[in-house]
């Protein structure tokens, strides 16, 4: 379960195009940083996404990917041009494929292949309509499938797409907006499925044009929504989406006609509880309304494994990415594009432990500071701000003496403060799990909590 949100324009401080998003999946469920450069391919060229094989286009673009190691596709990405682009899992009355293009997979694939938002939004359109998107989408966890919808920005711009199954509807941002695990666009929209509506009315989705409502059309009334016409709102079972959603949006609303990069990633940590529960609240009590996700048990099993922040600007674009799970627990870390990228990227991880890896380096932190959260978060936190902020400036140097494109000693210097901050990063994080791992525990997470993570840490040998 998941979170994207986006600001425009006169919505943020300097005009630009910031989107965020969390990565919210199976506590082993390793999430990647990986740079792609692009490529030039021959007439007959094919490309292997997670279930299928499609044609491949002549020339790919360079492409920054945040994803699942198991799979092709992506969670949230960028490319060369500035397109970015983050997704939900949401749910339809319309059926689910056993088999077609995840909507991770489009992503890849529109990132690798258009130079805008609009195109990105097209060309998955294209593919949906083409291959069908389907198969399974959680590692080692069988039948979680779903639709997709998505918040596709680029520097100038941003849509909403969201889909059941090949239809489709979209909504050009104004402003902000936040997407989570539910449908959202209802009878006002920019784009849509030609077919869309006379399928809601044969379907006996709605009786005429004037009574379509897209959301309140297509959620399911069981399962995982339910909904109440008369009073057009949703109750909802277990996925949360809807509050989750008007958390997001209340948050970005608060700096609207400021909003920076640092409220965004303030956005991604909040947990979504009242003021007074922010001193004693534990990682334990989390709930599925929360965007920053935590999970504590198999009716909560999902916990945010990755983060992005993307600041689009025209000429240079930085993507503030945290490359490992609990964004409250980690450190976001600048990433530039075009051109500039990584130095010497992260180390992969897999499904096991991987001392060195980016990702399981910090999972061992973080499942350490789920044991008692607000001591051993506390230990750190401080530090963890300064780290932020030291890098906060650095970027806003760069971008306050940039002129135009960037030239070769500007994304040097780029360079430079990508490898820094990864570098630092790691440092800081082991030091920062000698400084907790033999802490005595003050405030008890239960049994059954406590047997829930353990199962996770005896299966990728964590321990």
């Avoid at 044609?55 to 673009?61: D, F, G, L, R």
């Avoid at 104004?174 to 869309?196: A, Q």
């Avoid at 350490?368 to 906060?392: A, I």
């Avoid at 970027?395 to 210097?413: E, F, H, R, Y």
Wanted: proline share 3%.
């Amino acid at each position: 379960m998941c979170d994207t949100v986006v600001a425009v324009g006169k919505s943020t401080k300097d005009g630009s195009v910031i989107l965020g998003k969390n990565s919210n999946r199976t506590p082993n469920e390793v999430h990647n940083i990986e740079y792609v450069k692009g490529k030039k391919y021959g007439a007959n060229a094919k490309v292997k996404c997670t279930y299928i094989t499609i044609p491949q286009v002549k020339e790919t673009y360079d492409v920054l990917l945040l994803k699942p190691f198991w799979m092709f596709g992506c969670e949230m990405g960028s490319n060369e041009y500035g397109v970015t682009i983050g997704n939900e899992a949401v749910w339809s009355k319309e059926p689910i494929r056993d088999t077609g293009l995840l909507g991770m997979d489009m992503m890849r694939l529109v990132l690798e292949r258009t130079k805008t938002a609009k195109e990105a939004l097209e060309t998955i359109t294209n593919l949906l309509e083409k291959y069908g998107q389907g198969g399974e989408c959680t590692y080692g966890v069988k039948g979680r499938n779903y639709h997709n919808s998505f918040i596709i920005a680029d520097t100038k711009e941003a849509w909403i797409l969201e889909t059941a199954d090949k239809f489709w509807i979209a909504e050009k941002v104004k402003g902000i907006r936040t997407i989570s695990n539910t449908l959202s666009i209802g009878s006002e929209y920019d784009l849509i499925h030609p077919e869309l509506i006379d399928h809601a009315i044969n379907k006996g989705y709605c009786k005429s044009k004037d009574d379509f409502h897209f959301a309140d059309n297509f959620i399911p009334k069981f399962r995982i929504y339910h909904v109440v016409k008369e009073s057009k709102t949703r109750t909802q079972y277990f996925a949360k989406g809807f509050d989750r959603q008007q958390c997001t949006t209340a948050l970005l609303l608060r700096n609207k006609g400021k909003i920076t990069p640092e409220d965004v990633m303030e956005v991604l940590r909040n947990h979504n509880i009242k003021p007074e529960e922010e001193a004693t609240w534990s990682a334990s009590k989390a709930s599925a309304k929360s965007p920053c996700h935590h999970a504590t048990s198999f009716t909560l099993p999902d916990q945010s494994t990755g983060s992005i922040v993307s600041h689009l600007k025209k000429n240079i674009q930085v993507h503030w990415v945290t490359g490992t799970s609990g964004p409250c627990t980690s450190t976001f870390k600048p990433v530039f594009l075009p051109k500039a990228g990584f130095s010497k990227e992260p180390i992969l991880g897999d499904e096991k432990y991987n001392e060195k890896s980016l990702w399981w380096q910090h999972e061992k932190l973080h499942r350490l500071v789920l044991l008692d959260y607000q001591k051993r978060l506390g230990t750190y936190k401080e530090d963890r701000d300064k780290f932020e902020k030291k890098y906060v400036k650095k970027v806003n140097t760069i971008l306050k003496n940039l002129s135009g494109k960037p030239k070769k000693a500007d994304l040097t210097k780029m360079k430079k403060v990508t490898t820094d901050s990864f570098k630092e990063s790691q440092k800081l994080t082991g030091e920062w799990i000698d400084n907790i791992k033999d802490l005595p525990i003050e405030t008890s997470t239960g049994i059954l909590y406590r047997r829930f993570w353990n199962k996770y840490s005896k299966a990728d040998g964590i321990e």
